[in-house]
């Protein structure tokens, strides 16, 4: 409880940083609330990791997994859903709550880096926070490219800022992860313990070490493609993560979630699934699995030619369960979805209510099945939330060893740790991992074999798996930089390919007119260099 009332002091403080002014990128004084000195990085960190993730669990999670053709709509009983998502209807307001809720938290890890620490008392504070802040804002210029930067979260000194070359922004987030990595390494000990503020490693300064690795590590491969000073650049960091640790559990936050009532509430439940007065939320019946997802955890029992399906054909994957309810069809329990587009009547729509997977307990509760509804809200909503799976950690480290095999080794069994760790998250059982392992060694595009290309595609066809229901938007960037896995568009599609990167959001034209790019819909789907810098070959 101590912990938790940590938490909601720091989101009261970090809403107290944002109410004076509409626009997000300020960081504000309200003189009728607590003044400015006051608002310390104890009380700023815990509100802003608590927020921030909230966008990711909801906003992200919901994007991520419409574009990668993991979740659905349930036509059956909502129509036509979707329809700016499958229609690719990109513009400036289409997922605006990423942009948005990302750079409202961000500029409160940017106050804490700007808080006067001359005595160091809040060094480990400033370490974490610059972690925090490369995490979300390489999600910033991964989706959108160039964006307000160095001149951001200065408030009224500056609520028109200028947009910064992405580049630029990704040297300097490396950097402060650099930064970061040195405080810790200093270990001072005038400085302040995290403790029960820290509401991801209750403290650790370690695990803080080994997440900034591993960020580091995600940054410098979404840029294997780069040439000229970037490549440069990008090598000389590699070498500093020879021997590194890595993050080796999930990386979790829990500000003390709880059904106390809906903002305490775990978000991925309060959004999905029911509020805290028990009630079932309309998306818990409006999302449901796609058909391509259900084909693949299947093992492709319907046959389909395309060669999307062959590699899983007969491999019964044995996470399907935790991450969809199981429907009975044709007497076999299955997972049946919805194919994106699809309207009743049409192929792949659902032919009743009771033949459609939803988000599945894995995702839910982890652990367990609860069977009551009282037992369903108070486990769902006090779940943890997952910032960075251990299965994302571990597919970077295999991506790494097939494209920087004189830095990073072992490709095979971080590839297949990886896989168990998704297992091991969804509480599969681990029978079925090594059942699933043994069958798909030989499949090329989804066991460690063939080319180098091959174990990409692997690679990234079981990342698409493992993030689905926790953080999607990473499979749908690294789609983007790889091709990988091949995505089925919806049937409705009005464009040929996914967007490679978003619109600005309409709040940037209001208030930043002078300086936001004018970025046409047909931009978004073309490579070129209104892309982000690294997917532009």
Known sequence: MKKFKYTILGLIVASMTLTSCDHYLDINENPNNIHAEAITPTLLFPGAVAQTYRTQATWMNRFGGLMMNSYAGNSYSFGSPFGNEYTLNVDSSFYPQIWDGLYRNVSNFVAIEKYDNSTHKYDNYLAAAKVMKAFYMQTIVDLYGDSPY????????????????????????????NDAITIIDNGNTAALELGA?????????????????????????????????MAAFRDQQLQTLSGAHFVENDVLVNPGYSAANDDQQNPFYGYYVRNSSNSQLQNNTLFTASEHIATCLNGNPYNMADNVYQKFNGIIDGRRGRMFSLVNYNNLPVVKGVRQGATPGQPGAPTDLTTVSRFGNGWIFGNGNPSTTAQLTSVGSAKSGVIMSLAEAKFLLAEAAVRYPSIFSNGQGVFEEGIKASFDYLYAAGADYTTYKNAIQTKVGLGWTGTNDNKIEAIMTQKWLATAGINPTESFIDYNRTGFPVTPMATTSAKPNKPYRLMYPSSEYVANSANVPQISNAECFTKNQTTPFWNQN
């Open 150 to 177: 160095t001149q951001a979260f200065m408030g009224q000194a500056n609520a028109t800022p200028k947009y910064d070359n992405d580049e630029e922004i990704y040297k300097s987030l490396i950097l402060g992860i």
């Open 197 to 229: 503020t820290d509401i991801v490693f209750q403290g650790d300064m370690d695990s803080w070490k080994s997440l900034a690795n591993t960020v580091k590590l995600r940054m410098l491969i979404r840029m294997s493609k780069v040439t000229g000073s």
